[in-house]
């Protein structure tokens, strides 16, 4: 009954490599999102989706692409990983137009050798 | 640009005492002040949020002040216990966008 899910949970990775990064939530939510937390736990938001569409795009590297195949589900794709790409990737979600109130998954510790 | 600054970074306290985390915005389109409590390895959790019309919001142990003049706002943790030990976030949100911009963090350990 996990609420906004992720997998992998931790994924170590050899620079250059290009790697997926799955998210849903059960909530019925219709806005999902991708932040990045750095090493001094600094959460920034990469991207937010809206029914499918993507709103929010902030200036992250085109190597980054999300896909959200249906309102339940966003992805992120990272090609051709990089050393500073090492961080914890968190999905979230929120009712649409209650972006106050998001609900974010466990993370994925992602660790570029 | 960092729109929302929070401090101090690190905060240690007694069990039983006062945790106080503040943070400053600048964009006055901000319309909505929510805090998040980040335990280690999850996710941030929604804690308390408040609206500017309100100068303050109390939930349990843990009261937001709010000064909008000074566009300035606070979270305190009162009776401090071992398992408030967590990160905390500011943020801000406005009602016509759709983001959320967190503060820097506030890592607190509350010693018992």
């Known amino acids: 009954d996990t609420a906004v899910s992720q997998t992998p949970k931790y994924l170590v990775t050899q620079m250059g490599n290009d790697k997926s990064i799955k998210c849903e939530q059960n909530?019925?939510?219709?806005?999902m999102y991708w932040y990045k937390q750095d090493s001094k736990k600094f959460l920034k938001i990469m991207f937010s989706?809206?029914?499918?569409?993507?709103?929010i795009n902030e200036t992250v590297p085109n190597r980054f692409s999300p896909k959200s195949p249906d309102k339940a589900h966003l992805n992120l794709h990272i090609n051709s990983l990089e050393l500073g790409d090492s961080a914890v990737y968190f999905c979230?979600?929120?009712?649409?137009?209650?972006?106050?109130?998001?609900?974010f998954g466990p993370g994925t510790r992602l660790l570029v050798l | 640009q960092q729109q929302v600054k929070q401090s101090p970074q690190s905060l240690i306290v007694q069990k039983g005492g006062i945790s106080i985390i503040n943070c400053a915005y600048e964009?006055?389109?901000?319309?909505?002040f929510p805090w998040y409590q980040q335990f280690p390895g999850k996710g941030p959790a929604l804690l308390i949020a408040?609206?500017?019309?309100?100068s303050e919001k109390k939930e349990g142990r843990f009261t937001i002040s709010f000064n909008k003049s000074a566009k300035q706002f606070s979270l305190h943790i009162m009776d401090s216990q071992p398992g408030d030990s967590a990160t905390y976030f500011c943020a801000a949100v406005k009602a016509a966008g759709n983001k959320l911009t967190f503060g820097g963090g506030t890592r607190v350990l509350v010693k018992p």
């Open positions: 909530l019925g939510h219709d806005t």
């Open positions: 989706y809206n029914n499918k569409e993507l709103i």
């Open positions: 979230a979600s929120s009712q649409a137009g209650r972006q106050e109130t998001q609900y």
């Open positions: 964009n006055t389109a901000f319309d909505y």
């Open positions: 408040i609206r500017p019309d309100v």
